[in-house]
């Protein structure tokens, strides 16, 4: 029987592994530098979380969720695959008290996230994603250090990117532009589909994120722009962002049609893009401000932004990682009555060298097919084990400059060097 993989999803077979613990690894090491924390959350959560935090309107809510169907009929929860890291944050915050355990809260997480969308080239059903959340820190501050964490990230990643801003303004002003958005839409008389007519109603600016509709849009709202519409507070706060970046020389692109596609964001919001992928997935890290969310789930008014990083997309721009050679040594036997001695060897060996990769001692081989196998394997030694062990020695085959000799077991170490 051929089984193939689900559609949408794939293997990391190891060289792809290589890249994302890679990417993984520099994301870690950098944001352990400023202070966050990991959090492990459960693949699986509540769908309703995501409905009061993404929101109903969302793409995500309404058509991307994976739920999880339990056989046992009476035990329907809406349990679903979860589809983004920062409600799931949210969530642990407020269910484990972390506000008082904590004095400084910034936390990451890293894994597979999932969503049922078009599998195309660079989007995949199940994606990986690194994210990064401060909570009650306010504005400007945590604005900044989020970008210049991830200019960081991406400059160790030697990745070159856009970082386009935008700010959305906060729930006060952004009522009014919100209503004069919908009167535009709807002057403009297009037939918008289905899900976009119920976003007229309910949150027009999610229409931004309709690739039908979208399109037909854009060039007749090219003379609306957010910042025409925002409160002083808002408007002060962005210009203090766009102070602070140009203080620092950080380029950046202001994108009034910027509105992230999560019902939770406020205020200042970025996108980072590459322009090595095409328009419709060149989004390698997304983010900004949610300030009302945990308000949502605690009633207690505490700041928050945050990011995430696409690892998926980020491992197709990555360049191709240096190879680094390991140190590998083999370990073979003339025939299979010395495989147990090879062990003996093997385990004395391994436990001392935690460099050194071992490969061997293999069953049913000639030697002359070990030799093979261990030289393809690129080994800087090879150990044959045969009747010299008797009196505590074997035979050292050198596979850089084709040389062999017989070296003493106690002696060993001395002579693996490269
Ligand atoms: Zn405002
Ligand atoms: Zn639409």
């Known amino acids: 029987m051929y089984i193939n993989s689900i559609r949408g999803v794939r293997d990391l077979l190891p060289e792809d592994v290589k890249k994302l613990r890679y990417i993984e690894r520099i994301c870690r090491e950098i944001v352990e530098k400023y202070g966050f924390k990991e959090i492990i959350l459960p693949t699986i959560e509540n769908s309703v979380l995501y409905q009061h935090s993404v929101g109903e309107t969302s793409d ?23 589809p983004e890291g920062t409600a799931g944050i949210v969530r642990a915050f407020v269910e484990h008290n972390l506000k008082d355990k904590y004095p400084l809260k910034r936390f990451y997480y890293f894994g597979s996230m999932f969503r049922y969308e078009r ?15 401060i909570f009650n820190e306010f504005s400007i501050s945590s604005d900044l250090l989020l970008i210049n964490i991830i200019n960081e990230i991406f400059q160790n990643l030697k990745i070159e990117i856009i970082l386009e801003i935008n700010t959305i303004g906060c729930l006060e002003c952004r009522k009014d532009f919100v209503n ?23 949150n027009p600016l999610r229409i931004f994120d309709c690739k039908t509709d979208f399109p037909k ?4 709202l090219d003379d609306f722009n957010i910042q025409n519409y925002l409160c002083e507070k808002c408007k002060f706060n962005f210009q203090q962002i766009l102070f602070g970046l140009s203080e620092q020389k950080i380029n950046y692109i202001i994108n009034p049609m910027l509105v992230r596609g999560l019902d939770y964001y406020n205020g200042f919001v970025f996108e980072y893009k590459t322009k090595l992928l095409d328009a419709a997935q060149n989004t390698l890290c997304a983010g900004g401000r949610y300030d009302s969310l945990i308000t949502k789930f605690l009633s207690k008014d505490i700041p928050a932004c945050g990011a995430a990083l ?16 390991s140190f590998k040594v083999g370990i073979s036997v003339v025939n299979e009555t010395f495989l147990i001695k090879a062990f003996e060897i093997l385990k004395m060996l391994s436990l001392k060298n935690k460099n050194i990769i071992f490969l061997g001692p293999f069953s049913k081989k000639s030697l002359k097919s070990q030799m093979r196998l261990l030289n393809n394997e690129n080994c800087k030694y090879v150990l044959v084990v045969g009747e010299e062990v008797k009196d505590n020695n074997i035979v050292l085959k050198n596979f850089m400059n084709n040389t062999q000799q017989v070296v003493n077991l106690n002696k060993i170490e001395e002579y693996l060097k490269i």
């Open 119 to 133: 599998p195309q080239k660079g989007r995949f059903r199940e994606f990986y994603q690194f994210g990064i959340e």
């Open 310 to 325: 696409g690892i998926d997309r980020i491992m197709e721009v990555l360049e191709i990682l240096e190879k680094e050679e």
């Open 180 to 202: 004069i958005l919908k009167e535009k839409i709807k002057d403009f008389n297009i037939q918008l589909c289905n899900l976009c007519d119920e976003r007229l109603k309910k």
């Open 60 to 82: 995500i809510v309404t058509k991307q969720m994976f739920e999880i169907v339990n056989k046992d009929e009476k035990d329907k929860k809406n349990i679903v695959l979860r």
């Open 217 to 220: 849009l854009k060039e007749k």
